[in-house]
């Protein structure tokens, strides 16, 4: 475990001076800011002036037990975490635990591995939260994207390179990453900002409208035609023009593209006189165009000539960093069109959408996030609450490297905790009889796994 970014404060209250001592070094060494305390009133007086990130109480203790601290601690602390240890383990103990608000519950003797590991993912929750309530605002970028992990950052420098240059720019990536928006920053932070911006579904519209589409058409160039119409080439003079979906052009449709991009000129259907565009191309794919050339279904002199520029837009399972920023821009920005307020997710439901694979990229985040907005009365976005595929993906990465006891053991008492402690209504929800849930109760209370 590598010492956190910050000196994030620990409160350790233990009426036992030994075990005080033990875990006071033991998490210094780790990098956190520790303070300690022998009892509950210690420890309220400690909070009174103190802010702290988590809390480790032992259960047991002269008066005030830790029980009462983990009330305490939930009722009127709400940026504080709690974790419980105690030497008398019980899975009733642990249910009331986490009924009450504690997010770890550890037996003791536990090892420092065991300690290090659990204070990790208390606190990790902790900064999910932090981060996913904080102002999006704050995170969004000078070309109005959101993010701020490494790759993105990336991609920001070379919206900034591309701005600064007339070059054409080849926009790569998954459907759902965010093409249009990189095209726009582009235009919008260069010298044509002022000019027009015209983006265009090349895969949305017919191929035999295609051209005239583009390019134009003059009055009777075919049946239909009553009137000359300037197609988006010359809507766009003097500013940008996005081709999205570029690889669904047809190969007629490519050499005239080919011909626009070298001599700068367009031919309006039905007209024999080429006509001068001053337009700066922005292009985009979803599709390794490479391989297309290998199949003949893209050209190569066309690719080059678009290529000048390539910038390769990451899907959103490799920016898990921005998947908090994301969820609180959209939930913020849905409901203040619908005048509710915005909503915040329990970190059960945040680890689930950090996990889930997200296939349709930031567009799927953000529907989903609107749906929530929309259907959600509550002001707190549950586990339930999210679609159905979503609660059933395994969380990536996540507890891995626990035995199959200890995930079975901490689900029963989880769902003991849901049901507030109601063994058939627990039995129903695993699908078992009552008389193997007792087995299973007992077997962990005999091992000491509560958790």
Known sequence: MTPPPEKQRILVVDDAVDTLEVLERNLASKGYQVHTAQDVPGALRLLADTVVDLVITDLKMPGASGMDLVRYVKENLADTEVMMITGY?????????????????????????ELFLAVRKVL????????????????????????????MQEVFKAIDKAA??????????ESGTGKELVARAIHYSGPRASSPFIPVNCGGIPQELLES???????????????????????????????DEISETSPAMQVKLLRVLQDKEVFMVGSRKPEKV???????????LQSLIRKQGFREDLYYRLNVITIDLPPLRDRNDDILM???????????????????????????????HWPGNVRE????????????????VEVKDLPSLMRFQPPKGEGLDRTLAQVEAEYITNVLASVDGNKTRTARILGIDRKTLREKLKRLEESGTSQ
């Open 89 to 113: 383990a019980s899975v009733e103990g642990a249910v009331q635990a986490v009924k009450l608000g504690a997010e770890e519950y550890l037996s003791k003797p536990f090892t420092d591995e």
């Open 278 to 288: 001053d337009v700066r191309i922005v292009a985009a794919s979803n599709k390794d």
């Open 326 to 356: 994301l969820i609180s821009h959209f939930a913020c920005k849905y409901a203040e069109e619908l005048d509710k307020q915005c909503p915040v997710f329990s970190d059960e439901a945040l680890s689930v959408l950090k996990g889930y």
């Open 213 to 243: 589409e583009l390019f134009g058409y003059v009055k009777g160039a075919f049946t239909g035609a009553a009137t000359t119409r300037a197609g988006f080439f010359q809507t766009a003079d003097g500013g940008t023009i996005f081709l």
């Open 365 to 380: 985040l953000e529907n989903v996030v609107q749906r929530l907005v929309v259907m959600v009365e509550r002001d707190t």
């Open 164 to 173: 600064s240059t007339p070059a054409t720019v080849l926009i790569t990536g």
């Open 124 to 151: 990790d929750k902790l900064r999910t939260r932090r981060a996913v309530q904080s102002k999006s605002d704050d995170v969004s970028s000078p070309h109005g994207i959101i993010g701020s992990s490494r790759v």
